[in-house]
């Protein structure tokens, strides 16, 4: 695990905690998803953002998770298909300036029955920075396209999806821990 934490860009997560302080400056939204075991980093990293940085006297970040709604992610699956989910979410909701923040092991590039993985990140992610939004990626392996796709994205380099995950909750920590800091001292 300190090998893996070593790795780490320093650069990627402080330009990950300066695009979402911007964003919590300029009072816009947080979308967060994921699927799978990312879908519960996301609900966490979710509640977390919106209350783990809360300092008194000042605005709060608007955090919601795009995974957690269960009956309109099974109507627009069962309506739209998978590879819609977040992008039919985010059609409602999305505002210019939102930032978009996608969670996945393989960054969109792992494959299995069902065909490539994470499809559905990678085009919400394409309608947000299409529509003058900022995207955000936590991701494993080599960062899969979600690595290029995302405004700043950090990448887990370690090829086991447990601790990719692992990292991931670790991570969301430290950005709502120095986001916090931040938050105080402007």
Not at 18 to 32: A, D
Not at 33 to 38: A, E, I, K, L, Q
Not at 61 to 79: E, Q
Not at 133 to 162: H, N, Q, R, W, Y
Request: with cysteine; glycine share 10%; aromatic share 6%.
């Amino acid at each position: 695990m300190r090998d893996v934490a070593g790795t780490l860009s320093v650069a990627d997560i402080d330009n990950v905690i300066g695009l979402l302080f911007n964003t919590w400056q300029n009072g816009n939204r947080v979308f967060i998803c994921g699927n799978g075991g990312s879908a519960s980093t996301a609900t966490h990293f979710t509640c977390d953002l919106a209350k783990a940085t809360n300092v008194n006297g000042k605005k709060r970040f608007k955090a919601l998770c795009l995974n957690d709604n269960i009956p309109l992610v099974s109507a627009l699956t069962n309506d739209n298909g998978f590879e819609n989910l977040y992008y039919e979410q985010l059609q409602n909701l999305y505002e210019k300036g939102d930032v978009l923040i996608c969670i996945s092991v393989h960054g969109g590039a792992g494959k299995d029955k069902a065909g490539l993985w994470s499809q559905n990140l990678l085009k919400a992610m394409k309608f947000v920075s299409d529509n003058g939004g900022k995207t955000i990626g936590l991701s494993g392996f080599d960062g899969g396209p979600m690595k290029d796709a995302a405004d700043a994205c950090i990448v887990v380099p370690v090829e086991s999806t447990p601790q990719v995950e692992s990292f991931h909750v670790a991570l969301e920590h430290l950005i709502c821990s120095c986001l916090k800091k931040k938050i105080e001292e402007s």
